[in-house]
């Protein structure tokens, strides 16, 4: 499957950002679904995931309640609509595909999107 995320850009602090991740080759419903990110210096981090069916969602702590995973498997497609912004929000972000082994680690994931960066000003 392959992966195309979208929707980064500059927002100021407290503005809010959607992400898209688009997927081709195969079906998405197939698939559990994360977003990571990775800021300069520093590991890939675990943000959000969402199960198949969209039952069943997952935050890191820092963006609880302030960002939302959802996903459309009729578009094939997968969002993260990011709230309340912060400048350490500032990230590359990935969205991911995987087998659902595990949803907060990167190794669980088979399948990456080659990332959008969102820039967070204070």
């Known amino acids: 499957v392959q992966l195309q995320a979208s929707g980064g850009g500059l927002v100021q602090a407290g503005g809010s950002l959607m992400l898209s991740c688009a997927a081709s080759g195969r079906t998405l419903s197939s698939y559990f679904m994360g977003w990571f990110r990775q800021s300069p210096g520093k590991e890939r981090e675990f943000v959000a995931a969402i199960s198949r069916s969209g039952s069943s969602t997952y935050y890191a702590d820092s963006v609880k309640g302030r960002f939302t995973i959802s996903r459309d498997n009729a578009k094939n497609t997968v969002y993260l609509q990011m709230n309340s912004l912060k400048p350490e929000d500032t990230a590359v972000y990935y969205c991911?595909?995987?087998?659902?082994?595990?949803?907060?680690?990167?190794?669980?994931?088979?399948?990456w999107g080659h990332g959008t960066q969102v820039t967070v000003s204070s």
């Open positions: 991911a595909a995987g087998g659902g082994s595990t949803w907060s680690h990167a190794w669980g994931y088979n399948y």
